[in-house]
């Protein structure tokens, strides 16, 4: 079956570096997706992966192991408006977006 | 980036009565629009894909007759919950993909929260 594996919560310090890990196993694989949700919004795209490697995007980097079936969301100089939940989607062969059931973030002061 | 309009964003209703949401892609064309629902603490799950001009595809286990989906031009599609009860309350999300650009990525409408009295 597919399936889509994230820690259900984490907490970090403001001015911290968190790190959100994201294991998946789908039919086929056509790029992953992190996307970030704060409560009561509609979630809101952070970063696209299909090839190995690291993205970079400001504070926000993504990285992707295909052989692994693993993704990483690192979010650096952590701020208190990063308090959301992250969710992590990967894409299959056929073009069907598997969600999983996120990762809520808990920033303290 | 493109954008996506959904609207009421807010709807309260009582039991019984049909509620209509709309999705609209404003400066795109969206062939296929994807309506999710989202229940307090959970992910967003895939109700079904809607197709331009033709039916739309349901997840399993979600109602066709409860949920009917319309999508009758490449920017407008439109999900009605008939007969609503309580337990439809939830947040109701639907998202377009931009084909005409090749990121993949996803846009999502700013969702619609349903409460059924």
């Known amino acids: 079956g597919q399936n889509i594996d994230q820690p259900t919560e984490m907490t970090a310090t403001e001015g911290a570096i968190v790190q959100i890990n994201c294991t998946y196993q789908?039919?086929?694989?056509?790029?992953l997706f992190w996307y970030q949700q704060h409560a009561g919004e509609a979630p809101t795209f952070l970063s696209y992966?299909?090839l190995d490697g690291l993205e970079e995007k400001g504070r926000f980097s993504s990285f992707l192991s295909r052989s692994k079936g693993y993704s990483y969301l690192l979010l650096k100089e952590l701020q208190m408006k990063d308090s959301a939940s992250y969710l992590c989607?990967?894409?299959?062969?056929?073009?069907?977006?598997?969600w999983g059931a996120g990762t809520k973030l808990i920033i303290k002061p | 980036g493109a954008v996506v309009s959904q609207h009421p964003s807010w709807v309260i209703c009582k039991s019984g009565t049909s509620v209509k949401i709309e999705c609209r892609s404003l400066?795109?064309?969206?062939?296929?629009m994807f309506w999710y629902r989202q229940f307090p603490k959970q992910s967003l799950m895939l109700m079904a894909t809607?197709?331009?001009?033709?039916?739309?595809?349901?997840e399993q286990g979600v109602e066709k007759d409860k949920f009917l989906i319309n999508h009758a031009s490449l920017t407008l599609s439109t999900l009605t919950v008939t007969s609503a009860h309580p337990e439809d309350s939830s947040f109701y999300i639907c998202?377009?993909?931009?084909?005409?650009?090749?990121?993949?990525?996803?846009?999502f409408g700013e969702g619609s929260r349903l409460t059924v009295l």
């Open positions: 789908t039919s086929g694989f056509n790029g």
């Open positions: 989607a990967a894409l299959d062969s056929n073009y069907q977006l598997i």
């Open positions: 998202s377009a993909r931009d084909t005409s650009v090749d990121t993949g990525e996803l846009f």
């Open positions: 809607s197709n331009e001009g033709s039916k739309a595809t349901y």
């Open positions: 400066d795109f064309q969206a062939t296929t």
């Open positions: 992966n299909v």
